[in-house]
């Protein structure tokens, strides 16, 4: 090899460190070896996961957490394909994520070879897009081109599958300064007919809501949101991934929509004149009866995606561009609108239909979430991860700072939340609280090993009702009660669990006690903690519009008749 | 080629960058979606850069539109462009081997010159016809040939190209 030639293995790490990479979320195995090498010389720090999946959740918590693209390094073979979970979750979200996998060395590939997987082929439904590196002087184009789809337009993960006499292979190319895909266009303003479109529309509206989906939090729109909606008079509500963008404290903010959602948000979205999505997507979370959904309503849709438009709702006016770009040049053209009425009523919404549960019959998961908030809550990192406790923290745990809340929504991805968690730790220094189930927590649980090591600020705090809850309660509400697979007899002390690994823990059976424990994980300061609330097993989750039923259909509380099976999708 | 009339037929011609794996990303868009592909023309482009897919598919239009633009999505389709219902030229061609007994040879041999199709084997018990045109042109012959013995019948697919300075 030549003085000035390097490995290809080096030419991974040389082009990781050019993009800026300080933390990869890796896992080794043969095919990945001359990667892992390479890395030994580089200031990359390496976290040793202790599970695949693990390290895709990591990659994509850090990543949601900093705006930074999260990076993940396996082995081929069941190394690969333990990410394609953990991929779909990025997908799903748009999330930048860069999965790096070894592979059999390419006169092998197709025959079998040990720990051989077509591996691209795996991937091609669940990454924006995909590589397989034949030629070491490729990557360092590869690699830029990577990072460039990966993190701009809607974000997505990009998996490269690289054989392994590629990474002991010789590299020889320089770094590119650009690179070109003709295929590749991102729209970054609306172009003004829309735009004046879109405020024709506003402008005659006297009941208008702004939508807030994840492509605000993405592209920081919420600041020009706030600015909009304040000089024309118009309520924000939410999805489940736009907690955030705009503080949920904001006296114009109704919180979460859609089934979950908040009572008033859903009742501001079911009598609105005119609703405008913001990098969201209509998700049927959100939408229920297509047919039923706003009908009357204008609707207008800001999407980066294109191909997001008129895929679930017709919308009268599409936006294609950046939401805060798009938000801040539709400010100038909306004037204050005649909405005071409307802004009275949706705050007699909030009244009328408050989130309000249980406070007898012994420790509810909704006390504790509700505690949570107010004692410090909002200046924490909140990952979730997916059933009842995930719906109850949208709930109560107020979002009031953008990126400080993530969750696997459109994947709903049990196992997710507490290794986001180490990724948001991690990558923010901020003190990170896992809202786990017992459920979803040991999909994902050996992750441990991995939070002790690092002594990361992450705070676990098990909702333990001893089921699945979420399947529990939907069984409960349409199967006549039929319990199959939902309870969880097997659980382990997850305090004592927690002890085996140096994890310092806590129990809270009592209401008397939140405060004190919570207050005890909040301080702890000396790497992650756990804390496990054993809570009333047989709670709901309310309110709860039926997948694919209209809005109108909402039950603020527990229905008083056997309810319908549900069309929805799930 | 079994046509299902109850859905709408489309052709769609696809610019892609000539890069491993693009048919497959191309053909998971349709197949996803339950979008059937009747046909599927792959060839290079002007450069060696690009290649060019001409597909032709069945499906309801709303699925459609959808379709077009996670194709334009794909990063390594430049473009995508639904071609039903605009100005272009288009053409097909199909290889027939047909089994041609003396007391049947002529009457093939007539439809052959009717619809302008080439004798590329003239053998003993056979024929095979060469026989290029619009889609519809070699659907009424091989429905014509159908009353003789068809042994094998190969279609290219259609391939189309927008009139005038138009993009295809
Ligand atoms: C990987 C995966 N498997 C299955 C499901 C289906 N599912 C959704 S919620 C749920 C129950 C979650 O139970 P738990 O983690 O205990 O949380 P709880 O609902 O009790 O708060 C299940 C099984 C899922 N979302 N993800």
Redesign the interface.
């Known amino acids: 090899m030549s003085e000035n030639s390097q490995t290809g293995g080096q030419a991974l790490v040389h082009a990781l460190e050019r993009e800026g990479v300080e933390a990869i979320f890796g896992y080794q195995g043969g095919a990945a070896m001359p990667i892992f090498d390479a890395l030994h010389d580089s200031n990359i720090k390496l976290v040793v996961v202790r599970h695949e999946q693990g390290a895709t959740h990591m990659a994509d918590g850090y990543a949601r957490a900093t705006g930074k693209p999260g990076v993940v390094l396996v082995t081929s073979g069941p190394g690969a394909t333990n990410t394609v979970t953990g991929l779909l979750t990025s997908l799903m979200d748009s999330v930048p994520v860069i999965v790096l996998c070894g592979q059999t060395i390419t006169s092998m590939l197709g025959k079998d070879a040990f720990q051989e997987a077509d591996v691209?082929?795996i991937t091609?439904?669940v990454t924006?897009?995909?590589y397989?590196i034949k030629d070491a002087n490729s990557i360092p184009r590869i690699m830029k081109e990577a990072f460039h789809?990966a993190t701009t337009g809607r974000p997505g993960p990009v998996l490269l599958d690289i054989p392994k006499n590629i990474t002991q292979g010789e590299c020889t190319a320089a770094p590119l300064s650009e690179i070109t895909?003709?295929?590749?266009n991102v729209p970054g303003r609306a172009i003004t007919e829309d735009l004046q479109a879109a405020a024709k529309l506003i402008n005659k509206s006297r009941r208008p809501v702004f939508m807030v989906g994840h492509g605000a939090v993405l592209s920081g729109a919420g600041e020009a949101i706030v600015r909009l909606a304040k000089k024309a008079g118009v309520p924000v509500v939410n999805t489940l991934l736009g907690k955030g963008a705009v503080s949920e404290t904001h006296e114009f903010n109704l919180g979460m929509v859609g089934m979950h959602g908040t009572g008033y948000a859903n009742k501001a979205v079911e009598n609105c004149d005119l609703i405008m999505a913001i990098g969201s997507r209509w998700d049927d979370r959100i939408v229920g009866n297509i047919e039923a959904f706003c009908p009357d309503a204008a609707k207008l849709h800001i999407d980066i995606?294109?191909?997001e438009?008129?895929?679930v709702i017709q919308p009268d006016v599409c936006l294609a561009g950046d939401a805060r770009l798009v938000i801040e040049d539709l400010i100038p053209l909306v004037d204050p609108l005649d909405t005071a009425a409307w802004l009275k009523d949706c705050s007699s919404y909030k009244k009328m239909y408050a989130l309000k549960y249980q406070k007898q019959g012994g420790l509810r998961a909704q006390y504790v979430l509700d505690r949570l908030d107010k004692i410090g809550g909002q200046d924490c990192i909140i990952t979730t991860d997916v059933g009842q406790h995930q719906m109850w923290a949208a709930q109560f745990l107020r979002t009031t700072k953008n990126r400080h809340w993530i969750s696997s929504g459109g994947a709903g991805t049990m196992g997710f939340g507490f290794p986001a968690a180490i990724g948001s730790a991690l990558g923010t220094g901020i003190s990170s609280w896992a809202i786990v189930g017992d459920g979803g927590f040991q999909m994902t649980l050996c992750e441990l090993a991995t939070a002790a090591e690092l002594g990361v600020p992450v705070k676990i705090l098990v909702i333990n009702n001893h089921f699945l809850g979420m399947i529990r309660q939907w069984q409960e509400l349409f199967f006549d009660n039929r319990l199959t697979a939902a309870p969880l007899p097997g659980n382990p002390d997850f305090v004592k669990l927690a002890a085996a690994y140096g994890v310092k823990g806590w129990n809270i059976k009592r209401m008397a006690d939140v405060d004190k424990v919570l207050q005890q994980a909040m301080d702890y300061n000396d790497g992650p903690c756990i804390v496990n609330a054993e809570v009333v097993q047989e709670d709901n989750v309310y309110p709860m519009i039926p997948a694919g039923a209209p809005y109108s259909e909402i039950l603020l509380e527990a229905p008083k008749t056997k309810l319908a099976k549900p069309t929805g999708s799930t | 080629m079994h046509i299902d009339t109850s859905k709408e037929m489309h052709t769609i011609s696809i610019f892609v960058r000539n890069e491993p794996g693009v048919l497959v990303r191309v053909a998971l868009v349709f197949s996803r979606r339950g979008y059937n592909i009747e046909s599927l023309v792959v060839s290079p482009g002007t450069s060696e850069e690009f290649s060019r897919m001409t597909i032709t598919c069945s499906g309801e239009a709303c699925t459609l539109e959808q379709i077009i633009l996670q194709l334009a999505k794909l990063v390594d389709v430049v473009h995508a462009i639904d071609h039903t219902n605009t100005n272009y030229t288009e053409t097909e061609v199909a290889l027939i081997k047909i089994r041609a007994p003396l007391d049947q040879r002529t009457a093939i041999l007539q439809i052959a010159e009717h619809y302008k199709a080439k004798v590329v084997d003239y053998a003993p018990e056979s024929l095979v016809l060469r026989l290029h045109g619009e889609s519809a042109k070699l659907d009424y012959c091989v429905d014509l040939l159908a009353q003789y013995e068809i042994l094998e019948l190969v279609r290219s697919g259609k391939i189309l190209m927008a009139r005038g300075v138009d993009p295809t």
């Open positions: 691209t082929g091609h439904a924006k897009h995909n397989l789809i895909l003709p295929g590749y995606d294109r191909a438009f008129n895929k």
